[in-house]
């Protein structure tokens, strides 16, 4: 797992070489590897100076998740991170001097072990990045990225690192001091080893164990370190409502560890990397972030016996907003777009679109003007269904209307390949009504996107009754050719996602409706971890648009449809009050011209509160608790994976990752407990709150929907 050898001029060179997985990764066999490795150099008489570096594409790319997955106990943390702390402590106090010669990308443990050595050389390729990422994963670096790090480049400079996991280029490390040296490819070796020929007395001696080392801007008890903190503590309580530790657990081991030597302040980062590797957030967050999330996008549960399907041409039916976004991503992901409307001036104001979120993005610099032009040149705005032809997926984006998609459908199948697919971007419609319009109901399917599309990085991939297994198959590979992330779901109203959102916004118009005070609605939204309050997210959106989808609801089903306890409230909003949501500069919100917005006053008139208002948590817990009960059905009916539950909840509306997504806050709760707390809820609000049976049987048998 280590190269290592000699040369004449007693130069040792130590490569990273961890074969047996996609990069090089920091687990027990490479550590034990690493550590023998440095041993070897820092007791060969012959060696003077090391060089460490990777003989694969990234240097090293920092700890084994699954390892840290598997830790159970403080001692058993310890035990799994202290190995690679004390070796890199060894290594900095060897008296021989260490160069890192940073070939690719060093995240985590990767840039550590590049801190620790005494000089860092990176090629001058803007692919690489360097950063200490472990916050996303609600971890810290425990192998000294909190203690060096601040040691080297100031307090103020290293938080952001630290706190929001910040990566950056070598040439963006450079300027803020994380590394010595850009150099270009071919010279990476050559200038170490020319630097370790050169090296004289004291190279080998960090600036932190030299007599009369100060932090550079100030050690944590001065002015200006002291202030950042302060400011530091209360944007992370606002930001993270204290439900994510790893942000809190990195302040305290910046602050309490700078005021003290390197030694005591690595065994400081220790304790606080054990007690966050044992806690059930960061074991939700890494479950969910990276393993749950990386399966999805591996597309692991596609079908492995249908041959992968390549995209060139796609055709976009409809150019309003959602066949606009369409269109623009799929044409940045290098795919020829037939974009068709009514008639071709309907359609270029769908390009248009494109245009102008691609103008934002040549204005940052983050796209340049010539691949926005490449980009605009490959959608063809039409009006004529005979252009369709040569695509091998058409995407039905017009608005949500029966009889309006069974005919755009009937004219577009007409034109169509007969091996091109058909899907329908319906939020709405069931995916198997809409295949009865279809001559080729197997190849069919939906599509269901979230708005806006060009951010929103979630697909559902919807299977209707006659939806075959290679049209499943072949719409997860058009999902990763345009780099978004696919959960499948089974057929049924409004899906999985709309389903199981739509139990947020009802539960607040519901609590609305029986008097709790809207702001104790809001705030309980907010502590919750939710992205946006619920009457807020619910102006965003449109309090017309839900308006009409009951409607719409009660039109289907005719005389067995159930009148809901947000149907009032809905009704009261649209009907009697005209307020319809922000668009229209009025909904739960004031939107003031001078900008902001505050709830608007008439909602006490309207919906008294009642005297005695419920706690804080009671209002919490409805929230949160009614999405992942209707997730619980969903999976309890087949719709939907518990994987793509979490995934889906993650990305199509930002459930809280430290919770593990909406089942995963059912297992850190406990299934026992979470009936329990269904049951009273039911007791004292309604059945909306009644327990699937299959949830039911897992609390006694005391299950979970994901290992533990």
Excluded at 152 to 162: D, S, T, V
Excluded at 397 to 408: D, L
Aim: glycine residues 10%; hydrophobic residues 45%.
């Amino acid at each position: 797992m280590i190269d290592y050898k000699t040369d004449a001029d007693g130069i040792a060179t130590l490569s990273w070489n961890v074969t047996d997985r996609p990069t090089n990764v920091m687990n027990e066999a490479s550590i034990a590897a690493f550590e023998a490795a440095v041993k070897r150099a820092i007791g060969d008489p012959m060696v003077k100076g090391v060089i460490v570096t990777s003989s694969r594409k990234d240097f090293v790319a920092g700890g084994d998740l699954d390892l840290i997955r598997r830790i159970d106990g403080i001692e058993a943390s310890m035990a799994a991170s202290g190995p690679v702390s004390a070796i890199l402590r060894r290594l900095e106090t060897s008296g021989k001097p260490f160069v890192a010669a940073i070939n690719g990308t060093a995240l985590g443990g990767g840039l550590e072990l590049a801190l620790a050595c005494h000089r860092r050389i990176a090629a001058a390729d803007p692919g690489i990045r360097l950063g200490l990422p472990e916050v996303t994963l609600g971890l810290l670096p425990a192998a000294g990225g909190t203690q060096r790090l601040p040691r080297m480049i100031g307090i103020g400079k290293a938080l952001p690192y630290l706190l929001e996991g910040r990566k950056v280029a070598p040439e963006a490390a450079l300027e803020a001091g994380i590394i010595d040296e850009v150099v270009p490819p071919g010279e990476l070796l050559t200038r170490a080893r020319a630097w370790l020929l050169a090296a004289g007395e004291g190279a080998a001696i960090k600036s932190w164990d030299a007599k009369g080392f100060r932090f550079p801007g100030g050690g944590p008890q001065t002015p200006g370190p002291m202030q950042i903190f302060f400011g530091a503590s209360a944007a992370l309580m606002s930001k993270t409502q204290g439900l994510y530790p790893a942000p809190a657990a990195i302040l305290a081991c910046v602050y309490d560890g700078c005021q003290v030597d390197i030694d005591t302040g690595l065994r400081i980062e220790q304790r606080q990397f054990a007690r966050l590797a044992t806690s059930a957030a960061t074991k939700n967050m890494i479950r969910l972030l990276f393993f749950s999330l990386g399966e999805a996008n591996r597309l692991a549960d596609r079908p492995r016996d249908v041959p992968l399907r390549d995209y060139s041409r796609v055709g976009v039916l409809g150019a309003g907003m959602m066949g606009a976004g369409l269109a623009y991503v799929c044409a940045q992901a290098d795919l020829d777009v037939v974009l068709l409307d009514v008639n071709v001036e309907a359609a270029e104001k769908g390009k248009a679109y494109g245009a102008k979120v691609m103008d934002a993005l040549v204005a940052k610099g983050r796209l340049s003007a010539a691949q926005r032009e490449a980009a605009l040149d490959r959608v063809r705005c039409t009006a004529d269904y005979r252009d369709l032809a040569g695509c091998q997926l058409v995407i039905e984006a017009v608005f949500e209307n029966r009889e309006v998609k069974a005919e755009v459908m009937r004219r577009a199948e007409a034109a169509m390949d007969a091996d091109a697919l058909l899907a329908s971007n319906t939020s709405t419609l069931p995916i198997t009504s809409l295949a009865r319009n279809s001559q080729r109901p197997e190849r069919f399917l939906g599509l269901h996107f979230f708005s806006p599309i060009e951010k929103m990085p979630l697909i559902e991939v919807i299977r209707g009754e006659r939806t075959s297994e290679a049209t499943i198959a072949h719409a997860l590979d058009f999902a990763k050719r345009i780099r978004k992330t696919p959960i499948v779901v089974n057929d049924c109203p409004a899906f999985y996602a709309n389903r199981a959102f739509g139990m947020y916004p009802y539960e607040a118009m519901t609590m609305l409706g029986e008097g709790v005070a809207p702001a104790l609605i809001e705030n309980a939204g907010r502590m919750a971890g939710m992205p946006m309050p619920p009457l807020a997210l619910i102006d965003e959106f449109s309090i017309e648009l839900l308006y009409k989808a009951m409607r719409q609801a009660r039109a289907d089903q005719g005389e067995a449809y159930r009148e809901q306890p947000q149907d009032a409230v809905l009704t009261a909003m649209v009907e009697q009050l005209d307020r319809p949501g922000r668009k229209a500069g009025k909904g739960f919100y004031d939107y003031p011209k001078e900008g902001g917005k505050r709830l608007w006053p008439g909602l006490a008139k309207m919906f008294p509160p009642v005297p005695e208002q419920p706690t804080l948590d009671e209002v919490r817990e409805r929230l949160m608790f009614s999405q992942s009960l209707e997730a619980a059905r969903c999976v309890a009916e087949g719709i939907v994976s518990p994987r793509d539950a979490d995934v889906g909840a993650l990305l199509g509306w930002g459930f809280p990752a430290v919770l593990g997504g909406v089942l995963g806050q059912i297992d850190t709760l406990g299934a026992e407990a979470f009936v329990e707390a269904c049951d009273r809820l039911a007791r004292r609000h309604g059945e909306r709150f009644e327990v699937p049976v299959a949830l039911r049987e897992m609390a006694r048998a005391r299950g979970r929907y994901h290992p533990v």
